[in-house]
Structures are given as C-alpha cells and as structure tokens.
C-alpha cells in the first residue's frame, strides 16, 4: 500500500508538470488554407473487454487502419477514450464495468491513427483512481496527445485546454455529467469536470474571449437511447449561446441527433468507435468532420461506420451503398426533431451553414 501511495504521489507531480499550462501546439500532419480548420470528431473508445483478445493476437494499430483515412487533412482529432491507460491493479470502485488497457501499446496507436487530443470527462476515467486517471494523462501527453476534461481538483479540471493549429487558437472543455458522483472532481478531489450550466456558461465564456473557435464535450445522456434528455439540448444551447462553435457528445453508445443551432453544430451522441463489447445495440457510428472557415462554422461531413462488433470484430468499416442510405437516413430521422437538415452525397451526410453550399466545400 505504501508503495502504491508513493507511486500516485510521484504520477501527481508529473501531471503537474506537464499539465501546469492549458496552451499546447498539436503535431498533425494537416496542411489547408489558413482561413479553414477541420475538425473529426469520433465516439467512444475502448480497446479492453471482450476486444483485448483480438487487440492480443493483431496489435493495438489494428481498430484504425480501416478508418484512419478519413482523418487525412484534419488539423485536429477528438475522441472520447472510455478508461484509464494504466498498469495500476488496485481496485478503488465498486462499480460493475471497470476499464482499462494497457498505456504503452494504446497510446501510441491513438498517435498513429491520428488523433492529438482526447476527451477524458467520463464514468471510466477514475475505475483505477487517481493513479489511473495520470497514468492516462501522462502516456498520452509523450505521444504528444493533449487531454482535456480531468484535473486533479476541479478548477483543473474545467480550465480546458488550448491548441494552436492553423493560425487559429481552439479552446476545449470537457463535462461528465455521468455517474458515480465519486468520479466528480471538487475543490480538493481530483476527477473529471462536472458542469453546471452557470458554470459551463463562465467556461466557455472565458475560453472565447482568448481563443477563435471553442470545442465543447458532453458525456451524458442514456445508454442505448437515441432520444435526448431534456437537460441536452439545454445545455447544448447554453454553450453556444456563450460563444462554442461546436458542442460532441457521447456516452449513448448509439447515434443521436444532429442539430445546427445559431451558429454553431451541435452532435448529440456519436455512439461508439471501437468498443471492447459485443453488444448489438451499437451497431453504426459515424466519422464527423467539422469544417470552419473565418472563424465560423461552415459545413460538416458525417461518414456512417459499422461497429457492429459481431461483424467487423472491433475493427470499424465505412458503410457503401444500401447501408450507407439506410444510416443516413436514421441520421436524418434522428435530426428532423431538432430542426436540422441533413443532405446526402456520395455515401455521406452533410449539414451546411445555410448560406453554403456543399460543392464549395474545400477538402
């Protein structure tokens, strides 16, 4: 126990070093006109359960090398990494579902798959407590893959953190609205940011007043459920009130709507990426680019995936032709309530600021 406590001290004071400045430049490969960002959003992320026999047998690159395309010329990549990166076998939670996976294989194939920052505001994040949740933060940020949503109180946690891509500064801040309330930082806790909505109100607030566009991310809503909470769309419509340019949600497991509200996109649930479990409820996902020009949203491009793990065995695959239409058409159905247009071309959903059009999209 003694050298357990001795561990997390020291993983503490690494965090603190790395984590000390919000201010971060991402190391992607994107290249576009210095007016645009791009921006690829995927869900949830979990490369342990019933996958780590398959992550065992064809290695942790594996759930990407179908999909990773689509990445190509984004200047940054998101996703919502369901579980701590960690060794640690203490147990602190009496929860039924604990994740984890191993750091020195995960991260580096989340770097090699693209992504430069990741959500960590979760119900998983703290299964191997403070401990866990650092180990997380450290091995991602020696990929040079930032973090944002955890702290070890909470003013860190919501603080957000701040790349610089493109000639444009983009703000992120993360919530988990999600229980056990165990995993909630606090004034001297450490764990994952928990918003109000007068609190989400000051954050993103203050994360626009030094930065060109906000991200916002929620992990929230019900599992397996593809209609909202009420509380979603309020709080959604809060964060762009106060000036985010794009709110991502996740937590559902399955696809919710999509809604352009004032001048911002706002995706509700994007259901899983690739996922340890063989349910068949999470069955399509999507691939979501968000395109910003001058500093606004513009267009986003919506590429339906099957996750269905029982067919592509925790491997997603764009969905072609019959499929294709079929997701788009549920993405279309979900979208309809919230007063959102959704076109289709070429196996692909789009939503335009209405005075775009799609052909003058810029790849």
């Not at 369901?82 to 929860?95: A, F, I, Q, R, Y």
């Not at 604990?98 to 770097?111: E, G, I, N, R």
């Not at 203050?206 to 209609?227: M, N, P, T, Y």
């Not at 979603?232 to 996740?250: C, R, S, T, Y």
């Amino acid at each position: 126990m003694a050298t357990h406590s001795i561990k997390s001290l020291i993983a503490m004071a690494i965090l603190c070093i790395y984590g000390c400045s919000p201010q971060s430049t991402p190391d992607n490969k994107a290249s576009s006109y210095s007016n645009t960002v791009r921006i690829s959003a995927v869900g949830d992320i979990m490369l342990g359960g019933t996958a780590e026999p398959v992550m065992q047998q064809h290695g942790y690159d594996y759930p990407f090398e179908k999909v990773k395309h689509l990445f190509n010329g984004s200047n940054i990549v998101i996703g919502n990494l369901e579980g701590p990166l960690t060794n640690v076998e203490t147990v602190l939670s009496d929860k039924e579902y604990l994740f984890k996976t191993p750091p020195k294989q995960v991260a580096p194939a989340l770097k090699k798959a693209g992504f430069n920052i990741m959500n960590l505001a979760n119900n998983h994040i703290m299964d191997y407590g403070v401990a866990g949740m650092t180990d997380t933060i450290n091995a991602l940020r020696a990929q040079n893959i930032h973090t944002v949503g955890t702290g070890m109180n909470l003013q860190e946690a919501r603080r957000g953190t701040i790349l610089h891509s493109n000639n444009h500064k983009i703000g992120f801040v993360s919530y988990s609205l999600t229980f056990p309330e165990s995993f909630w930082a606090t004034d001297d806790r450490p764990g994952s940011a928990f918003g109000h909505e007068h609190q989400i109100r000051n954050d993103v607030k203050r994360l626009k007043d030094q930065c060109d566009l906000v991200i916002v991310s929620f992990h929230w809503g019900h599992e397996k459920a593809s209609e909202l909470r009420d509380y979603q769309p309020i709080l959604a419509h809060a964060a762009i009130d106060e000036g985010a340019d794009m709110v991502i949600g996740h937590h559902p497991h399955v696809l919710q709507a999509v809604e352009q509200y004032k001048q911002g996109i706002i995706l509700y649930s994007l259901g899983n990426f690739t996922f340890g479990s063989y349910s068949r409820s999470a069955d399509v996902s999507v691939v979501a680019t968000a395109i910003f020009k001058n500093k606004q949203f513009h267009s986003l491009e919506l590429t339906p995936i099957n996750v269905l793990n029982i067919e592509v065995n925790f491997q997603p695959q764009i969905l072609l032709g019959e499929a294709a239409d079929k997701s788009i058409a549920h993405i279309k159905q979900l979208s309809r309530s919230r007063n959102t247009q959704i076109t289709r071309q070429n196996n692909m959903a789009y939503v335009e600021y209405p005075a775009n059009q799609i052909k003058s999209i810029s790849k």
